[in-house]
C-alpha cells in the first residue's frame, strides 16, 4: 500500500504551478540565452558558442533549468520552446559571424527527446536553417542519450535526415548513464561531449584522466571531435 502523503499533494500542486507558470512565460517572453564560447584549444581560437536556455521570472527569480525544462517536456511545452530556441540561436550565430567577419562561426543547441519524438522536428530545423541563412555545417544538434535508448527507428531516420542535411550531430554527457559504446555506430555523431564528471576531475584524478584519455582516443579512432 502506498499512502497519499502531504508531499506528494505539495509536488503535485508545485507541477501544475510551474505548467502555468511557463504558459505564461511562453506569451510574456520571459526566456533568453545565454552563449557558452567554444574555443580550438590549439590555436585559441573562437569557433562558436553553444546556446543555453534560461528563464527569470517578472519578480526578478531565476528558475533553474534542471527544475523546469523536465516539466516542459513531460507537458510538451519544450516543442514550441526548442523552435525558438534553435531559431533565435541560429540568427544569434549569423549575427555574430557579421560583426565579427568569421563566416565560420558555429552555434550549438541541445535537443531535447520530446521534440525529435513530436514528428516535424527535421522540417523544423530545415526550416530556421533557411529563414535565418546559417549555413548547415555551422549547426550543432546536441544529442542525449535518453533519446538513443528508445531504441526508434523514426528516430534513428530523423537523425539520420540532419546529417545528409549537413547539420553536425553530438551525443552530450557522455561516460554516464546509459552510455553505450553502440551508440557510437549505430548513429551519426560527429562529436562526442564527454561528462563534467570526468572532465572536472582530471587535474586532481588519475582514474578520471585515464578515462578521459581512453575516450579521447576512441572518440579519435572513430573519426568524432
Known amino acids: 500500500f502506498q499512502f497519499f502523503t502531504a508531499d506528494l499533494n505539495e509536488k503535485a500542486i508545485k507541477h501544475l504551478q510551474m505548467e502555468s507558470d511557463l504558459r505564461r512565460a511562453m506569451v510574456e517572453n520571459e526566456f533568453a540565452l545565454h552563449y557558452q564560447p567554444i574555443y580550438r584549444l590549439a590555436t585559441d581560437e573562437l569557433v562558436g558558442a553553444e546556446a543555453l536556455l534560461r528563464w527569470r521570472t517578472p519578480s526578478g527569480q531565476f528558475i533553474p533549468p ?10 510538451g511545452l519544450i516543442v514550441p520552446i ?9 540568427e544569434q550565430a549569423r549575427t555574430w559571424q557579421q560583426k565579427i ?34 549555413r548547415p555545417s555551422l549547426l550543432e544538434l546536441e544529442i542525449t542519450e535518453r533519446l538513443l535508448i528508445r531504441n526508434d527507428a523514426a528516430i534513428a531516420a530523423a537523425l539520420n535526415q540532419l546529417t545528409e542535411a549537413g547539420i553536425k550531430l553530438a551525443i552530450d554527457d557522455f561516460g554516464t548513464g546509459y552510455s553505450a559504446l553502440s551508440y557510437l555506430k549505430d548513429f551519426p555523431f560527429d562529436v562526442l561531449k564527454i561528462d563534467r564528471s570526468f572532465v572536472d576531475d582530471v587535474m586532481r584524478d588519475e582514474e578520471s584522466a585515464g578515462l578521459t584519455r581512453s575516450i579521447i582516443m576512441m572518440a579519435h579512432s572513430l573519426g568524432l571531435e
Open 101 to 134: 567577419s568569421n563566416s565560420n562561426f558555429s552555434i550549438s543547441v541541445n535537443v531535447s527527446a520530446r521534440q525529435v519524438i513530436a514528428g516535424n522536428f527535421v522540417e523544423t530545423v530545415r526550416d530556421v536553417i533557411e529563414a535565418t541563412g546559417l
Open 66 to 75: 534542471d527544475e523546469f525544462i523536465p516539466i516542459a517536456e513531460d507537458t
Open 82 to 90: 526548442g523552435e525558438w530556441v534553435l531559431r533565435t540561436a541560429c
